[in-house]
């Protein structure tokens, strides 16, 4: 059974920072696509970032050149390194975790973790 541990959201003041951390266990296999997605209050959740585990990266066009996404895939861990943070990047963000076969797709999600943007 796989879990997806997320940690490093809060509160946080325009301009600043915050890296959001997602710790995937159990039967693990490649290739497979680890992602970061939000949900902010009354809208659709949202893609913001994924990367394959062979270092292919998407960004939502909304925080392209504010977002990095990284992964260790020793530790099948994913990272989301937010900087120059908006107000509106306010929501609760889901660690996803996509398993891929032949002809069917496995996603795993975390709980979410808040991210206030706020002063």
């Known amino acids: 059974q796989v879990q997806l541990v997320e940690s490093g959201g809060g509160l946080v003041q325009p301009g600043g920072s915050l890296r959001l951390s997602c710790a995937a266990s159990g039967t693990i296999f490649s290739p497979n696509i680890m992602g970061w997605y939000r949900q902010a209050p009354g809208k659709q959740r949202e893609l913001v970032a994924v990367?394959?585990?062979?270092?292919?990266?998407n960004y939502a066009d909304s925080v392209k050149g504010r977002f990095t996404i990284s992964r260790d895939n020793a530790k099948n861990t994913a990272y989301l390194q937010m900087n120059s943070l908006k107000p509106e990047d306010t929501a609760v963000y889901y660690c996803?975790?996509?398993?891929?076969?032949?002809?069917?797709?496995?996603?795993?999600w975390g709980q979410g973790t808040q991210v206030t943007v706020s002063s």
């Open positions: 990367t394959t585990n062979g270092g292919t990266t």
């Open positions: 996803n975790l996509r398993l891929l076969r032949s002809a069917i797709s496995y996603d795993y």
